[in-house]
């Protein structure tokens, strides 16, 4: 299970090197895939629950990408089958006039994970070096700033406890269009459109270029940066899950000990 190839080395990193069309992950079988995919959610989800039980160790997951990169799709997946304890979502939205009166890490440390969760983060405090950036609202200087106070403050999370992995769901400007679209002729999914979604299409070059010096300047050795390949969901969730599980594998977690006093107790009827 080598991850080591998708994830942002700083020196050498050029988001121009990644397929978005990448599909390496996967078998080439449909059914082999599918099973693969569960056979990896049902690892992880044995894993949680003992990262849960023993309420030690934290797992950060941040997850960005342009819109209709699959951002909902892949925490849906991660969470398929699984036990709702010990696990949570959270969106990341356009700031409320409370967070904008707070520093923009604010919000999302009062969001981060205590002992023995598992937390996603749809959208993150990256926004604030992302659209943020790309619409001039902070210029080069306060961008260079808060790309400190980022690494600064993932340090903290992981000295105290929390493993963080940042994972960039890349895909094709093409592939945007297609899911796009599918949004406004499926009215099912048309609720998800938003019309500012196309202004901020527009500004698909700035992106990319906000997006990779982000990840150049904040893939760390404590909190790395993942670049999914995701114009493929399969080859996205099987990346995805085992990224996961190689965290969790890594924690070499173990339910707490039984208590001495509990091991000679026999409940009375
Ligand atoms: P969605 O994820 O589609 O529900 O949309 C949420 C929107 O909120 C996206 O357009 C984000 O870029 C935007 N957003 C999230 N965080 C921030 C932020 N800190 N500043 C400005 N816009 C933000
Ligand atoms: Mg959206």
Request: net charge positive; with cysteine; aromatic share 8%.
């Amino acid at each position: 299970m080598s991850i080591e190839k998708y994830r942002v080395n700083p020196k050498t990193f050029s988001l121009k090197d990644i397929k978005t069309n990448d599909r390496s992950e996967r078998s080439g079988g449909r059914e082999s895939d599918a099973e693969e995919l569960s056979r990896l959610s049902k690892e992880i989800f044995q894993l949680q629950d003992v990262l849960h039980a023993q309420t030690r160790h934290s797992i950060l997951m941040i997850i960005q990408g342009m819109d209709a990169s699959g951002k909902d799709g892949t925490v849906r997946h991660v969470f398929s089958g699984s036990d709702p304890f010990g696990i949570r979502v959270v969106s990341f939205k356009v700031p409320t006039r409370e967070e904008l009166l707070h520093d923009f890490l604010w919000r999302s440390h009062i969001h981060a994970p205590k002992a023995g969760e598992l937390v996603i983060f749809n959208r993150s405090h990256y926004e604030d070096v992302l659209i943020v950036k790309v619409h001039g609202l902070i210029d080069e200087a306060e961008c260079r700033r808060r790309y400190n106070q980022i690494r600064d403050y993932e340090r903290i999370l992981t000295e105290n406890g929390t493993t963080i992995i940042k994972c960039f769901l890349h895909i094709s400007k093409e592939e945007q269009k297609i899911r796009l679209q599918e949004r406004l002729n499926d009215p099912t999914k048309t609720w998800k459109f938003n019309l500012q979604d196309l202004k901020e299409r527009e500004l698909w070059k700035d992106y990319m270029e906000a997006y990779e010096r982000a990840l150049i300047n904040t893939s760390t050795d404590y909190a790395p940066w993942y670049v999914v390949p995701s114009d493929s969901r399969t080859n996205r969730n099987l990346l995805i899950s085992r990224i996961l599980l190689t965290a969790l594998r890594g924690l070499k977690l173990n339910y707490p000990p039984v208590p001495s006093e509990y091991k000679n107790i026999t409940i009375k009827d």
